[in-house]
């Protein structure tokens, strides 16, 4: 499965709201098995505008594991005012799910 966590980070969430989506991310990425055959995770966050954090293929390897996913979480920053979610699943579409990016033909893609 070729998973991509769309993160908040506008007012919407708040600061302290951020923290609890951040927390909400790596619980859920831990009920995964992570891995090169396995599940791969990208990030996005958003306010005014996306920024993509993560690529499925920003780890591969042994450098691919759970602990490098919360890390990645981990280093999203709160960046405030508006939020534009329209804006982050399409930086989703068009940047993270290509196989340029590292998503493989025979996955399961998700949005989160």
Do not use: H, W
Request: aromatic content about 8%; glycine content about 8%.
């Amino acid at each position: 499965m070729d998973l991509s966590l769309v993160l908040d980070a506008s007012d919407a969430a708040s600061t302290s709201g951020f923290q609890k989506i951040k927390t909400f991310a790596k619980q859920f990425v831990d009920s995964f098995e992570i891995g090169n055959d396995k599940a791969r995770v990208g990030i996005v966050s958003y306010s005014a505008s996306p920024s993509v954090e993560c690529r499925f293929n920003s780890f591969t390897g042994r450098t691919l594991s759970k602990q490098k996913v919360f890390d990645q979480i981990d280093k999203v920053k709160f960046k405030g005012g508006r939020g534009r979610v329209t804006n982050a699943l399409q930086a989703a579409a068009n940047d993270i799910y290509t196989t340029r990016n590292g998503m493989r033909d025979t996955s399961v893609n998700k949005v989160l």
